[in-house]
């Protein structure tokens, strides 16, 4: 079992990246056709991205190693909403509606969260996540250095937006300026991305129009813009958190409209409870939404409009949401409930196909996050490549295109992924981290766990 690296030699880098062939049998490169390819190559350069993807037949000559993998290889999955530390808290309140369940069991259960903690647990979610074939994840929470050193230590890739917030016993922290400025001032230092392979993405994350008041969802905004960074917000999440926010403005998107807060790279999360014209106005201003089925049919918060969303012209990725809220950070099942939702909702059994489901997962997750270099195997991007196999029970007719692809996302799952890189290093090898001693995690996780439970 692998062993912890220490964080002082993550300080030199992640591991060099040697040129590498990857040949498999099918390739899914997540291209906008989702197209299958077979007897297919990946060429990995010595940056940790894709130089060449395509017929084996007709690629050009390599100089590097040629490792020759069975079953198929697509990008890694892009989860575009998680609060991964919140693992230690999974299984809390598990039948509360949100607001009950945020102010009554969270909120207090996180206050008795420190950075070792929330350190501890992002490393064990972060090494679940590999496991699923998720390489990125856009992360609200506290304790950057926590989080960052974290997914340092795992070699997994995230979009981080620290939560910043004003509600009553989050003060502990700062004030919501306090903490909008700590992410200035680290953007400022170092760069929107960072990192061995720009593993490290910062960007903001106000929480909620109910727990900002309105200058600070303006001025956070105008931090995000100045910078382009991403600003990653919960929006309509359920019918009873916003009331006086839809009183006085009509909807949360017109009033962060109205503040000035949907210009520039904005992604809200949930976007469940949204009319013809909040659709609209999300669609007019480039906002993205991350769709979270799980989280939101848990918390009885209601069905996202995905196909209307979609058919506006609004980017759609997935999301996960917390471990504490979905409990799970599977985005193959994401896939699967997000499409038979649509279907029942729709009564269309044609409503996000599989290679719909797929690209959500991959492709249009990257795009709504404002990521061209992350969610395809093509040529520039990083290569966040996963391994699944195809010597399974799911695939009866893995020579059919249209079934593999049926096959991989109504019937595979989580349970094929054999290997995952993140910017050309392997960092799952057969199933398990290459980084990390995952049960060992495991058991700092449940010794945390055990404290904040009492």
């Known amino acids: 079992m692998a062993a912890a690296v220490p964080l002082a030699a993550l300080a030199a880098g992640a591991p060099a990246v040697t040129p590498t062939r990857l040949v498999a049998p099918v390739v899914l490169p997540c291209d906008p056709r989702c197209s299958v390819l077979r007897n297919a190559v990946v060429d990995v350069d010595e940056d940790g991205r894709i130089a060449y993807v395509g017929p084996r037949a007709t690629a050009p000559d390599g100089t590097g190693p040629v490792r020759m993998l069975p079953g198929a290889l697509l990008p890694g999955l892009v989860n575009t909403h998680a609060h991964t530390p919140m693992i230690a808290l999974r299984g809390m309140g598990g039948d509360l509606p949100l607001l009950r369940w945020l102010q009554d069991v969270m909120w207090p259960a996180e206050g008795r969260l420190e ?8 490393t064990s979610g ?17 304790f950057t250095d926590a989080v960052i050193d974290a997914v340092s230590a795992v070699g997994s890739r995230v979009v981080l937006t620290p939560g910043i917030i004003a509600a009553p016993g ?17 953007i400022d230092a170092v760069g929107v991305r960072s990192g061995p392979g ?24 105008e931090h995000a813009r100045a910078r382009d960074a991403l600003m990653h917000i919960h929006v309509a999440e359920t019918a009873e958190e916003d ?13 962060l409209d109205d503040v000035g807060a949907l210009g520039g790279r904005v992604l809200a999360a949930h976007g469940v409870h949204l009319s013809e014209v909040d659709i609209a106005l999300l669609a007019s201003r480039g906002t993205a939404v991350a769709h979270c089925p799980g989280s939101n049919a848990k918390l009885a918060a209601g069905v996202a409009r ?4 979609r ?62 270099d992350l969610g395809a195997i093509e040529a520039g991007r990083w290569a966040d490549i996963v391994h699944v196999d195809l010597d399974d029970p799911a695939f009866v007719a893995p020579d059919d295109d249209a079934q593999l692809l049926s096959n991989l996302v109504w019937a595979g799952g989580s349970r094929l992924v054999r290997d995952v890189w993140v910017a050309g290093e392997q960092v799952l090898a057969d199933g398990e981290p290459t980084r990390v001693d995952r049960r060992a995690a ?3 996780l449940r010794d945390v766990a055990a404290r904040i439970r009492g």
């Open 115 to 122: 950075a070792a903690d929330v350190h501890v647990a992002m």
């Open 126 to 142: 972060c090494a679940e996540l590999l496991r699923t074939g998720c390489t990125t994840s856009v992360e609200m929470y506290f």
């Open 170 to 186: 989050w003060d502990r922290l700062g004030t919501w300026e306090q903490m909008r400025d700590d992410v200035s001032a680290r």
């Open 198 to 221: 720009e593993r490290i993405e910062l960007g903001y994350g106000p929480h909620a129009a109910y727990t900002l008041p309105p200058d600070a969802l303006a001025s956070v905004a």
């Open 243 to 255: 009331r006086a926010q839809r009183a006085s403005h009509g909807s949360v998107p017109a009033l």
């Open 306 to 309: 995905v196909t209307a969303l």
């Open 311 to 372: 058919r506006a012209g609004v980017r759609v990725g997935l999301g996960t949401d917390g471990p504490a809220s979905g409990d799970d950070l599977d985005m193959w099942a994401e896939a699967r409930l997000a499409g038979l939702l649509a279907r029942v909702g729709s009564g269309d059994a044609a409503a996000l196909t599989a290679a719909e489901l797929l690209l959500m997962s991959t492709r249009d997750g990257a795009a709504a996050i404002g990521r061209e």
């Open 442 to 444: 495991t058991v700092a």
